[in-house]
């Protein structure tokens, strides 16, 4: 062992990822031979439909298994310029496209070209768990936004326009949102869209991985808002929609000169995704859409179902959310508890262990997102599953000895 090692301050200081951390806290429980019902992956339990499959299965038949051009195949960009055209009401060119492995490397890769050192990032709260940490590495300072139940979640426009300074370079929006399940309106969109027109120097990056799973609302992409292209960077990808989480496939849209810089980034650090993935994912983008609708339509009725079980606990506040698969109820009337064993509960990592350990039931704490007084609970799970976790996680809190009690 090579002791006292000094690695680059910027990785040092990164935080682990707490969704990876729990869910391999709720593996490792369960190995152990603990009934554990696991709600802290950000992944669909479906397998990745046959289409998929089967076009990963003949590309490796065909021989296609070399490199491909590090933007990603032509005929991929294409499919994906042809689908931001008639769902988005978006025009890129194949040029302005770059495939990269998955949605999590497209946002590194956007903030990573565009934030320069100093530079201020716009992170509304609860927001997903890599946003800050991707803007550290870039140099940049998170500048997280707090928002809350009473607007589900949603920035405001009036919270942007507070939050700029001279400083500010990049604001990160996530609809539907992970961890919220938030999804912002046109109207909310126009109005954020608004604020930033006075403002022709800063730049957006638009997470829209959860596009395609969305309940009773209407998807807006950022960029399709007057005056937002030419300053939105566009991100996306195949690994909700189309339970394709391993296949590791995303993709962003952007200004020219931003894919360009992105792809010499990546030309440096990855290359291009994966040959039969990218044949995977134009399979996805061609398959018969009803089969992601029928997807869709399975995580609304575990929403449902989820969001009424929490919603009768006493002291849980759960907005209903409009898309991806997660809830993220307020626990904070239950932060200052203690169990029936004299364990305190001060924090939502407290609780989510509490609940692990006694309930075996995997969450993911609030802290982590950066909404301190909630929970992510991910309801991609069966519903036979869904109903023992909520029968745990009733008893969990009832268990629990209030402050105020």
Not at 362 to 371: D, T
Request: glycine share 8%; proline share 4%; with cysteine.
């Amino acid at each position: 062992m090579i002791a006292g090692i000094e690695f680059n301050e910027r990785v040092a200081s990164m935080r682990p990822s707490a969704t990876l951390a729990m869910t391999a806290a709720s593996k490792a429980r369960k190995r152990e031979g603990h009934p554990v019902i696991g709600l802290s992956a950000g992944e669909p339990d479906f397998a990745t439909p046959t289409p998929i499959a089967d076009a990963g299965i003949k590309a490796i038949q065909d021989g296609f298994t070399h490199y491909t051009h590090n933007l990603g195949t032509l005929e991929l960009r294409e499919a994906i310029s042809a689908k931001l055209k008639s769902q988005n009401g978006l025009d890129y060119d194949s040029d302005e496209i770059i495939c990269s492995n998955g949605a999590k490397q497209s946002v590194a890769l956007a903030i990573s070209v565009l934030c320069r050192a100093g530079d201020e990032v716009i992170i509304p709260a609860p927001f997903w768990v890599s946003y800050p940490e991707m803007t550290r590495f870039a140099g940049g300072t998170p500048v997280p936004v707090q928002t809350g139940v009473e607007s589900g979640y949603l920035l405001t426009a009036e919270q942007l326009e507070e939050a700029i300074t001279e400083k500010t370079r990049i604001v990160i929006l996530c609809s539907p949102s992970n961890p919220t399940g938030g999804v912002y309106s046109r109207e909310q969109m126009e109005g954020l869209a608004a604020v930033l027109r006075n403002h022709p120097n800063i730049f957006v990056v638009s997470d829209e991985i959860y596009e395609h799973i969305i309940y009773d609302a209407e998807f807006v992409s950022f960029a399709s808002l007057e005056g937002m292209k030419e300053r939105t960077v566009t991100v996306n990808g195949f690994s909700k929609a189309y339970a394709m989480t391993g296949w590791r496939l995303g993709f962003m849209a952007a200004e020219k000169s931003i894919v360009k810089t992105a792809s010499k980034l990546q030309g440096q650090l990855t290359s291009a995704p994966s040959s039969i993935s990218q044949m995977a994912g134009i399979a996805a983008l061609e398959m018969d859409g009803q089969i992601v609708r029928d997807m869709v339509a399975s995580f609304k009725e575990r929403r449902d179902l989820v969001h009424a079980r929490l919603s009768s606990i006493e002291g849980i506040v759960c907005p209903l959310p409009q898309g991806a698969f997660y809830l993220f109820p307020d626990i904070g009337s239950y932060l200052g508890s203690t169990t029936a064993s004299g364990r305190s509960i001060n924090t939502s990592e407290d609780l989510c262990f509490y609940i692990l350990e006694e309930h075996n039931v995997g969450l993911v704490p609030g802290q982590a997102f950066g909404g301190h007084t909630g929970i992510r609970i991910s309801y991609a799970a069966s519903m036979d599953d869904l109903n023992t976790a909520c029968d745990r996680l009733e008893k969990a809190f009832s268990s629990l000895i209030r402050a105020t009690e």
